[in-house]
């Protein structure tokens, strides 16, 4: 079975500064990768998704991923952030059809 | 394009009452369809999914089931809950299993 690890529980950081969000899986098998953006008391919104192609995934709101498969890894970047990106965030793998979530990031903008 | 409706937005109910929680999709024909529940500060545990109507797989035995009484609906039910209930239920749609799933807004479920 496959597992989606997110090390970071909470993750602060400061205005315009940049992050990073880590996620690694388990299983090197052929998956797809994506990550979500949850903002307090809504559902899930895609950000971004690597099916296949590019290692370097581009996504909403100025976010990107790199697929790194030797590490099993799909981290999470952007250059610098904004008050408006706290949020959570989740890391997800599918393999085969099923989907595996990880435990999630919370990610705090700090004026 | 394609939309998905959750509602209600927000319930209490007391231990013990009956629940029914209805998740519907526009837009789109036999998705895969799938409820969630996220307990406060957690991630999310898949509890049902579906991939036609009629066919449930339940992931997590408890007192909650689901439904599927047309393609596009999906509802999430229980005789009788417990306060192990409350929490934040989501319901999703995917148009394939190895494809991005999307989700509604939510349904936030205390239980008195």
């Known amino acids: 079975a496959q597992s989606v690890t997110q090390l970071d529980s909470q993750v602060p950081v400061f205005e315009e500064a940049p992050v990073e969000l880590r996620c690694n899986y388990s299983s090197s098998v052929s998956v797809y990768l994506f990550w979500y953006v949850q903002y307090p008391n809504q559902g899930l919104q895609l950000l971004l998704k690597?099916?296949?192609?590019?290692?370097l995934v581009k996504g909403i709101n100025g976010f990107e991923a790199e697929f790194n498969k030797s590490q099993t890894s799909f981290h999470l970047r952007k250059p610098s952030v904004h008050i408006s990106d706290t949020a959570e965030y989740f890391c997800a793998v599918v393999t085969g059809n099923q989907f595996y979530f990880g435990t999630g990031t919370s990610l705090t903008v700090i004026p | 394009s394609q939309t998905i409706h959750q509602w209600p937005a927000t319930l209490v109910q007391p231990v013990g009452s009956p629940l029914s929680l209805e998740c519907t999709v526009e837009?789109?024909?036999?998705?895969?369809l799938y409820w969630y529940r996220q307990a406060a500060g957690r991630g999310l545990q898949l509890l049902f999914y579906s991939v036609g109507i009629g066919q449930i797989s339940s992931e997590v035995p408890q007192n909650l089931s689901a439904s599927r009484p047309q393609d596009r609906q999906f509802i999430l039910s229980s005789k009788k809950l417990l306060l192990s209930d409350s929490g934040f239920y989501l319901c999703?749609?995917?148009?394939?299993?190895?494809?991005?799933?999307?989700f509604g807004d939510g349904t936030r479920l205390s239980i008195l």
């Open positions: 690597y099916l296949s192609g590019s290692t």
């Open positions: 999703a749609w995917s148009k394939q299993g190895n494809q991005p799933q999307h």
């Open positions: 837009g789109t024909s036999n998705p895969n």
